[in-house]
């Protein structure tokens, strides 16, 4: 089983934690025992960068042991790598933990900042620029991550201890959010109108991807650089947009 579902958005959770704790905290539980009772082979969890906080251990290693998330959604990601493990250690269903980071590409959801800004950028409009733009994202195209959660269904999971691993998947190359705005603006070729506005609540300053272990144990290479894959998004959207 290959869970995705999930309520997203770091700013949407602190308005409405309830929501977040019932949607992604018990709907994984609940996934999670009818895995158990269907003795489904595999259980893989989509999880978020959004664990580690704000940390000042560079780059973010899976082994961190000081884990401060910083919203409700971040929390309840975390809770449900928890509870992957201890259906593992407890009923030995075997699970693999995929710490998404910063997810772009076609299909983006439409609130994030790639989307949003491109969207505003083709009508003209101002992008909202949280901060002072310096704060860091390590944006990984979408057919990278896909790579990682096949490899994932593959990866051999330990028998001398409960049948539970934890990964990265990102693109271990972070950029800062002016970087972000100028990538964009060579690839639509429009000139960003910026509106500035206070730092939000829950936004983290930096994401930074170690992904040596999946490159070790799932041979994880992404392989888009972000121009790339902002190319390769602008021209989906120009393609697809209403």
């Given at each position: 089983m290959i869970h995705l579902a999930a309520r997203a958005g770091v700013r949407p959770s602190i308005e409405q934690p309830l929501l977040y704790e019932?949607?992604?905290?018990?709907?994984?539980?609940?996934?999670?025992?009818?895995?158990?009772?269907?003795?489904?082979?595999?259980?893989?969890?989509?999880?978020?960068?959004?664990?580690?906080?704000?940390?000042?251990?560079?780059?973010?290693?899976?082994?961190?042991?000081?884990?401060?998330?910083?919203?409700?959604?971040?929390?309840?990601?975390?809770?449900?790598?928890?509870?992957?493990?201890?259906?593992?250690?407890?009923?030995?269903?075997?699970?693999?933990?995929?710490?998404?980071?910063?997810?772009?590409?076609p299909r983006q959801r439409p609130d994030l900042a790639i989307h949003k800004f491109t969207a505003l950028m083709e009508a003209g409009q101002a992008i909202p620029v949280f901060g002072d733009g310096s704060t860091g994202r390590d944006y990984t195209y979408v057919e990278d991550i896909v790579a990682g959660v096949r490899a994932a269904l593959d990866y051999s999971l330990p028998t001398d201890k409960p049948p539970h691993e934890?990964?990265?998947l990102g693109n271990s190359a972070p950029v800062t959010l002016n970087e972000l705005i100028e990538n964009l603006e060579a690839a639509t070729g429009r000139r960003a109108n910026?509106?500035?506005?206070?730092?939000?609540?829950?936004?983290?300053p930096l994401t930074w991807a170690s992904i040596e272990?999946?490159?070790?144990?799932?041979r994880y290479r992404p392989g888009t650089p972000l121009q790339r894959g902002l190319a390769k998004f602008v021209a989906w959207y120009r393609e697809n947009r209403s």
């Open positions: 019932r949607v992604n905290g018990q709907g994984t539980v609940r996934l999670l025992e009818l895995s158990r009772e269907f003795k489904v082979s595999r259980f893989i969890f989509g999880s978020s960068s959004s664990v580690y906080g704000a940390t000042n251990r560079l780059p973010f290693t899976e082994d961190d042991p000081t884990l401060h998330p910083i919203s409700p959604y971040a929390a309840t990601k975390l809770a449900g790598e928890l509870m992957c493990y201890t259906y593992a250690h407890l009923y030995r269903l075997p699970n693999v933990c995929l710490r998404f980071f910063t997810v772009y590409g934890v990964f990265n910026r509106s500035e506005l206070p730092a939000q609540p829950g936004d983290v272990q999946a490159a070790r144990l799932l």
